[in-house]
C-alpha cells in the first residue's frame, strides 16, 4: 500500500470520524459485546497501589493480558490481598479509557483464587537457580569503591523511588 498524502481523500459516502467519535464507537461495540458485570480469572501483575488511591495491575494468561483499574472507594481494602503472582477472579465491566485509547476492565469485586501458574513456574526457576548456587553471598561482587552516587529515573509518587530508599537503608 503507497500513501499519498497530496491526492488521497475520503470517497463520496464515506464517513469521516474525530478521535473521539472513533474512541466512542469503539466503546459502545464492547459494551455492546460484553455488557454488565462479568468475571474474569488471571493472574496479577504489575500491580500499582496509586497515592490517589486507585489501584492498578494487569490480569494475564498464558497468551493475553488486560489492564485493571479498582476506584479509590474500595481500592484501600486490597493492601495485602492482591500481590503479584496472585490468581483472582475480579467482577466488573470492560470500559474504553478515552484518553489513553486503552481498554480496561473497572473492578468492582476481587476474590483471591491461589498463586498464578506463572507465579509458581518463577518461583521454581529461582529454587533451582538457588540449588546450582546462584545467589550464594560467595558469589556476590562488591561494588566500586568510587560508587558514590546513583541516579533513579522513575516516577516521584511510585512505588519504585520508595522501594530503592527502604533498600538501601536497610543495607547500610
Same mark, same amino acid.
Given at each position: 500500500m503507497e500513501f499519498n498524502l497530496d491526492t488521497q481523500s475520503p470517497q463520496d459516502g464515506e464517513q469521516v470520524f474525530t478521535v473521539s467519535q472513533l474512541v466512542r464507537g469503539i466503546r459502545y461495540a464492547v459494551q455492546g459485546a460484553y455488557p454488565g458485570p462479568l468475571w474474569v480469572v488471571g493472574e496479577v501483575s504489575n500491580l500499582t497501589f496509586h497515592s490517589s488511591g486507585n489501584v492498578y495491575f494487569s490480569l494475564k494468561d498464558e497468551d493475553a493480558l488486560i489492564n485493571c483499574v479498582v476506584f479509590k472507594r474500595m481500592g484501600g481494602f486490597l493492601r495485602g490481598v492482591l500481590n503479584d503472582g496472585a490468581m483472582v477472579m475480579v467482577s466488573?465491566?470492560?470500559?474504553?479509557?478515552?484518553?489513553?485509547?486503552?481498554?480496561?476492565?473497572?473492578?468492582?469485586?476481587?476474590?483471591?483464587?491461589?498463586?498464578?501458574?506463572?507465579?509458581?513456574? $518463577?518461583?521454581?526457576?529461582?529454587?533451582?537457580?538457588?540449588?546450582?548456587?546462584? $545467589?550464594?553471598?560467595?558469589?556476590?561482587?562488591?561494588?566500586?569503591?568510587?560508587?558514590?552516587?546513583?541516579?533513579?529515573?522513575?516516577?516521584?509518587?511510585?512505588?519504585?523511588?520508595?522501594?530503592?530508599?527502604?533498600?538501601?537503608?536497610?543495607?547500610?
Open positions: 466488573g465491566r470492560v470500559d474504553i479509557y478515552s484518553r489513553g485509547g486503552t481498554y480496561q476492565i473497572i473492578v468492582e469485586t476481587v476474590k483471591p483464587v491461589g498463586r498464578g501458574a506463572l507465579a509458581v513456574a $518463577f518461583e521454581e526457576l529461582k529454587k533451582k537457580l538457588a540449588e546450582k548456587g546462584y $545467589f550464594d553471598v560467595e558469589r556476590k561482587r562488591p561494588l566500586d569503591y568510587l560508587i558514590s552516587v546513583i541516579g533513579i529515573v522513575t516516577s516521584p509518587t511510585g512505588a519504585a523511588l520508595r522501594d530503592m530508599i527502604r533498600i538501601i537503608y536497610q543495607r547500610n
